[in-house]
């Protein structure tokens, strides 16, 4: 989401991502010699020359021990789209778009029609589209190779709303509470569409069949893995403490190789209160104190996690523990119930990519926690992927790391596991108990300060190279990175423009705990940026803030910016966008600018390659914006990309 957010008209949270990591958790600056870095630098090491402005050099983003860059140049296939600043789509000249799926379009049910400024009800928007769409996968329907690309399932997160667009006139709330029904709609708009979307010539069409389906912030889903049951689970909803209701700020994604899609909770926190003392499992995470971000409350005591009397099976206390992890749903049954994996671990999750997944390894997923100062985590399944199998366990069994980035260019994965000898020695100096191994997923982000995860410029999505197996993170920027916090994975401090980090894995494996590290891309002004080329940032890629990231079928990397309300207005990167980089060749060129207002957010192809899909979220963010079509509400919708000449998208 961008950062900081337009005004939000009521609610003391901001979606801020803010620094709630207290740990003093050794930032590389403290812990290494200054000399040593220096030295390091004099051999051409990654980072500290950025941090001292000394960019340029030739290898300074190679890894020791790595080519710094292979001289191959083939051209992106497309003329680079100037900076744009209008209230439109802008691609290459080669392609041609089309807009579908807009918030409000109806999807389920009844199909209730949409109604231009904000007139629909609660439970109307319950079977329509939701708002603020994010992360996307498509999922092809079985068929021969022909129909793969012609027909399938979007599945799409709709990651929070603007009441100000949602409603007529904004929010209503009466005597310190809030309208019932604009509530309902609220939580409606939230969550994920399921789509059926056929190709008609060059035009997609919703079809009205049975995989459609709204999941939304009400819909009844279970609890699995290690913290299934738990005692901070139970609730006066599930005394038992493996049902839940909703899933709630669904920012990025994942998709599993058995075809199930997985959605992501970011920003949950701020949608509940606790009034009363707040347990490490609310505070570490920003549980708000004064009043949830839209006052759900004031209409539904489930959002209302302030403790009242000793039995929190009477209670919401622990509402908030049922939020922050990575939920599975099934597209193709639209009965199904979601499930919240809780082995995936309990943070601000982004998204979820998968390591290239090889018959008889472990599977690995890789997650990043988007605040300031939190980690990078890895998580590896206990047993072996085996196509054409019931994934059984693999999400609910497995070993839960966090990353550490050492400034030699090497790193690891530290294992947050109570079984773990090391974890459980750091725990036990560190003065911390956990219960049980559910304990320590519940509380995450505590786990990963003990076990010492290098804190990060805010991990957004993952993407890993389906030609050489390396993972990539945007880390999207970091205001509260003082210059005595800088290290070389994080070698900006502040960092307004954000930069993205690769890895590699130890000899390839999913499993390893170990791996090589660089830079790949500073974004930022022609002043203070470095591009996968080496060079600084040009007219044809300056941005900054990245944070949508895909690789698509032939190793191209797409990267979506969210630059937030300053960026946008007074910098030189214009309105939001999305770039393709090569990284076999180190071009990186601008494929497409967003309207006023905008995130570029979501990004995925059909398997031929030749239609793209791309999210627009919140088109019109702080005014100025009817996109698309000039209504009287702006709004989110899907961007079908297509070449002119049919071809594959991106080359
Ligand atoms: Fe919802 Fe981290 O962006
Ligand atoms: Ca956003
Ligand atoms: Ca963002
Ligand atoms: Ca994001």
Redesign the pocket.
């Known amino acids: 989401?961008?950062?900081p957010h337009a005004p939000i008209p009521y609610g003391e949270h901001d979606f801020d991502h803010e620094d709630s990591n207290r740990s003093g958790n050794p930032h590389f600056a403290d812990v290494l010699d200054v000399r040593l870095k220096r030295r390091r630098l004099l051999q051409g090491g990654i980072g500290l020359a950025v941090g001292l402005g000394l960019l340029g050099s030739a290898g300074a983003l190679a890894a020791p021990g790595k080519p710094a860059f292979p001289g191959r140049r083939s051209p992106l296939g497309f003329t680079a789209v100037p900076v744009g600043r209008g209230d439109d789509i802008i691609v290459p000249p080669e392609y041609t778009f089309s807009v579908i799926l807009p918030w409000g379009e109806p999807i389920a049910g009844r199909y209730p029609p949409y109604r231009d400024g904000g007139l629909n009800s609660g439970a109307e928007q319950e079977q329509q589209v939701g708002m603020h769409h994010d992360g996307m996968h498509f999922f092809p329907l079985r068929g021969d190779a022909l129909h793969r690309s012609s027909a399938g399932l979007l599945v799409m997160n709709h990651e929070y709303i603007d009441a100000l667009a949602l409603h007529p006139d904004g929010p209503v709330t009466r005597n310190g509470i809030r309208d019932a029904d604009q509530v309902r709609k609220e939580i409606a708009a939230h969550g994920v569409s399921v789509v059926e979307l056929r190709r008609r010539g060059t035009e997609w069409v919703t079809v009205r069949g049975r995989y459609n389906r709204r999941v939304t912030g009400a819909t009844p889903m279970t609890i699995a893995g290690p913290a299934r049951g738990h005692a901070k689970l139970r609730t006066r909803h599930s005394p038992e403490g493996t049902a839940t209701r909703g899933t709630l700020n669904n920012c990025a994604h994942g998709f599993t190789p058995w075809r199930t899609y997985l959605t992501c909770e970011e920003n949950w926190a701020g949608y509940f209160v606790n009034r009363g003392e707040r347990p490490r499992e609310h505070s570490r995470y920003g549980v708000a104190t004064g009043s949830g971000r839209y006052r759900w409350e004031t209409v539904e005591t489930r959002f209302d996690a302030t403790p009242h009397g000793d039995d929190p099976a009477l209670d919401f206390r622990n509402e908030p523990n049922h939020f922050g992890w990575i939920v599975e749903i099934d597209p193709f049954d639209a009965g199904s119930i979601p499930v919240k994996r809780t082995a995936l671990g309990r943070f601000a999750h982004e998204g979820l990519v998968f390591s290239q997944p090889r018959p008889g390894e472990r599977l690995a997923a890789y997650m990043g926690d988007?605040s300031q100062n939190e980690y990078i985590y890895k998580y590896v399944s206990r047993e072996s992927y085996t196509p054409g199998r019931a994934p059984g366990t693999l999400l609910d069994d497995g070993t839960l790391y966090v990353a550490r980035f050492h400034d030699d260019g090497h790193g690891e994965w530290l294992a947050l596991d109570l079984d773990d000898p090391t974890f459980a020695a750091a725990a036990r100096e560190a003065g911390v108990a956990f219960a049980d191994q559910g304990d320590v997923l519940i509380n995450t982000r505590l786990a990963a300060d003990i076990a010492g995860g290098t804190p990060m410029d805010r991990p957004?999505w993952g993407a890993v190279d389906p030609n050489t197996g390396a993972v990539y993170f945007t880390l999207?920027n970091n205001s509260a990175r003082s210059p005595d916090r800088v290290d070389e994975a994080n070698p900006r401090g502040p960092n307004p423009y954000g930069h993205i980090i690769r890895f590699d894995e130890q000899a390839g494996r999913s499993d390893a705990t170990a791996f090589t590290w660089d830079l790949f891309l500073l974004s930022g002004t022609a002043e203070d940026s470095l591009g996968p080329d080496l060079q600084p940032l040009d007219d044809d890629n300056i941005h900054a803030?990245p944070?949508g990231l895909w690789f698509d079928h032939n190793g191209l990397l797409w990267i979506q910016t969210?630059m937030s309300g300053s960026q946008l207005g007074s910098g030189p990167f214009g309105n939001n966008q999305m770039l393709v980089a090569n990284p076999a060749t180190g071009e990186l060129k601008r494929f497409l600018v967003g309207p006023n207002g905008c995130?570029v957010t979501g990004v995925v192809s059909t398997p031929d390659g030749r239609t793209l899909f791309v999210n627009i979220q919140h088109p019109g963010e702080g005014g100025g914006s009817g996109w698309p079509g000039n209504r009287l509400k702006p709004r989110s919708a899907t961007v079908v990309v297509t070449r002119r000449d049919g071809g594959i998208v991106g080359t």
Do not use: I
């Open positions: 989401m961008t950062q988007d957004e999207t803030s944070d969210d995130e």
